[in-house]
């Protein structure tokens, strides 16, 4: 019989052990394509370098007639292109859907040394993640796998909103979570008609001024997400693992999407979907810190020796709980530095600039 304290052990005999800690890697942007879309698939290893995550996908967005080819090209690609340091992942089909089964048997049977993440969507409740932990782990015994695949929930569901938070702790192997703004709008039955992004009729007014209704009254559009992405990132961060935003289907609109990706980074997102290849420059751009925060931050901890007392820095006190905001960001900054040379020379470039000052 399990016990809370069999939380890290293995659901299969020979299944490899659970992870302690989900890595915090580079993933700015999970960028989806289609595997079996020919022209897409042949853009994947030139896609590879650009992105920190390739995410094959199986689910929405395939035609019923094309779940086998994305599943077979999917298969095929992993086996065949070198991703260097970039993840793959995949988003598999719906747990209700007649093609799930087939996925997670072929993916873990053929590639499961070659995923990283697999992506769950329409979860309900900690019993949909209860069911593919432990399929995974029958899998990865039988593969002989010896690295446990990660598991990533998809949010939009409206009973997957109420139980976020047992989401995010049922599983060691929970790496993340997504907004899924779509199917998370059919769920509630709200009624826009759009993939994520704002609605110009959901705002408030100011108050009229005299007797006059129609005239002098400003309108500020307000987030339709707020709540769901706020309640995600407490769910995640109470658990130790990632939000991230979901997709934003104008892809024409570049100016909106980098506004809608801006409120999911500052509210604590580490990334976004990137439909459209138009996307991927926008999260790389949002969700690496900008060189004068991170500079900021730099001066901040420097000036707050062991992190204790408070200090004044252009006028602002600092004390304990600033240097802490501060150490997030610049722990992402060097994160992405490391990577990213020319990201590393824009942070020291603003850090040294901003000590003379
Ligand atoms: C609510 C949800 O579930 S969201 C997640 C599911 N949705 C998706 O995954 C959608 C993924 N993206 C796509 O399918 C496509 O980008 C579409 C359908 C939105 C637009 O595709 P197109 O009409 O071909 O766009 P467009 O003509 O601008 O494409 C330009 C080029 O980029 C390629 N391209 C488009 N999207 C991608 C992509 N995601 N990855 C790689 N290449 C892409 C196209 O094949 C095209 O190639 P070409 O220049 O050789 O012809
Ligand atoms: C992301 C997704 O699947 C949705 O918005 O429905
Ligand atoms: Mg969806």
Known sequence: ????????????????????????????????????????????????PQVDVLLGNLEDAIRADRKEAARNGLVRIAKSVDFGRTQLWTRVNSLDSPWVLDDLITLVTEIGDRLDVIMVPKVEGAQDIHY???????????????????????????????????????SPRMQGISLGPADLAASRRMKTTRVGGGHPGYLVRTDPVGEELDEGRTTYQQDLWHYTVAR????????????????????????????????????????????????????????????????????????????????????????????KQCRVVAELADALAARDPELAEAYDAATEEALAE
């Open 1 to 48: 019989m399990r016990s809370p304290k069999d939380f890290f052990a293995p659901l299969a005999v020979g299944a490899p052990d659970p992870p302690r800690q989900i890595p915090v890697l580079p993933s700015r942007m999970i960028h989806f394509f289609d595997p079996g879309n020919e022209k897409m698939a042949t853009k994947v290893p030139g896609i590879a």
């Open 132 to 170: 593919v932990d432990r399929l995974l782990a029958q899998l990865e015994a039988r593969a002989g796998l010896t690295r446990p695949l990660l598991v990533h929930a998809i949010l939009e569901t409206a009973s997957g909103v109420a139980n976020v938070e047992e989401i995010a702790g049922a």
């Open 232 to 323: 995600m990132v407490d769910a995640c961060a109470m658990h130790g693992i990632l939000p991230y935003y979901g997709p934003f289907g104008d892809i024409r609109d570049t100016v909106a999407c980098e506004d809608q990706f801006r409120n999911a980074f500052l509210l604590g997102c580490v990334g976004a979907w990137s439909l459209h290849p138009a996307q991927i420059e926008i999260a790389k751009k949002v969700f690496s810190p900008a060189p004068r925060d991170v500079a900021w931050a730099r001066k901040v901890i420097g000036a707050m020796g062991d992190g204790t007392g408070a200090v004044m820095i252009e006028g602002k006190m600092q004390d304990d709980a600033s240097v």
